[in-house]
């Protein structure tokens, strides 16, 4: 059993308010004397007595804790966003903790009330596709929380993510530039606004280049869990030698990560056989031959943005009733030896 303060006050022969007072550094406005307080100084740390945070958090009506929870911990974007704000918030002296709900609605939503039931002070959340009505929840208990990475339409909320139609228009833009036509891209089953965002950009420039969409290029794919490499197989196999692609948009680093091995297994030499592009950046592009042409996220300046929101909305900075959206487009492309 933890030792409480009324262990303190009874091996001291004080009172309960006393050792509060003392462990609480409020010995001169109690007026406590120096020897009463070394008493029970001495007395909390031969029983190691730690102090309930969570309580005393509480009764201040703050706890100076945050809860992050990301949809996935494998995703390598993901996890450098909530690394950088993490080590930010622990600087402004929080406690954070870090979780992922594998794209689990459920398991997202029960993550969140888990860090509702602890009293943190506010919530960073990479939703799943699925938690449109517990955002709206949220909005109405008046939870300070910023969205990351992913948003929900028609719904007010404090958010810093992608400019996902944009970002895929550039992209897409870029493959047209260097005179490609055929270009594929996976489409993926998900409710997730920030993935149907990206298949409309790609969409959106191919019409703006006179081309246009054919469903027959952009196979689906479920959005999480393991992919079938056999099944990526087959689609790449088939979108190259059959449907005569000369690009592919691949949306997510996943995807670009098992499309490309796909690539080598049938020896299709990347750019002369297929064009890629990939939406975000991956250290392993760097060691292939040739390198990996990728979108860039701005990632350590969404995290700082998220950390500055978060912070505004539980200090009720500016009008506490609206909600601050911010967009970014990818900063610039990394142009190697792919297109």
Known sequence: MPVTIKDIATITGL???????????????ARISEETAKKVQHAALKLNYKPNMLAS????????????????????????????????????GFHVFVVGSNENDDQCKDLIDTFLTYHVDGLIIAATGGLKEKIIQLNKLKIPFV??????KGVETNAVVMDNYQSAYKAVEYLLKKGYRRIATFMYDTKLQNMRDRLNGYKAALKSYGIRYDKRITPVLP??????????????KYL?????IDAFFFQTTKISVAGLKSFAKFNYAIPNDVAVICFH????????NPTITSLCQPTEKMALE??????NDIKQVGDKYSKEKVFFVSEFINERGSS
């Open 57 to 92: 958090g509480l009764r201040r009506g703050t706890t100076n804790s945050i809860g992050i929870v990301i949809s996935d911990i494998s995703h390598s974007f993901l996890t450098e966003l909530s690394t950088i704000i993490e080590y930010k918030l622990r600087e402004l």
């Open 147 to 152: 969205l990351l990475d992913r948003y929900f």
């Open 15 to 29: 009172s309960i308010s006393t050792v509060s007072s003392v462990l609480n550094n409020k010995t001169e406005t």
């Open 240 to 244: 190259v030698e059959t449907m005569k």
């Open 223 to 236: 959005f999480f869990h393991k992919f079938d490499s056999k099944e990526i197989d087959k689609s790449l």
């Open 306 to 311: 998220c950390v500055r929101i978060l912070i």
């Open 281 to 288: 950046d991956n250290d392993f592009f760097t060691l292939l």
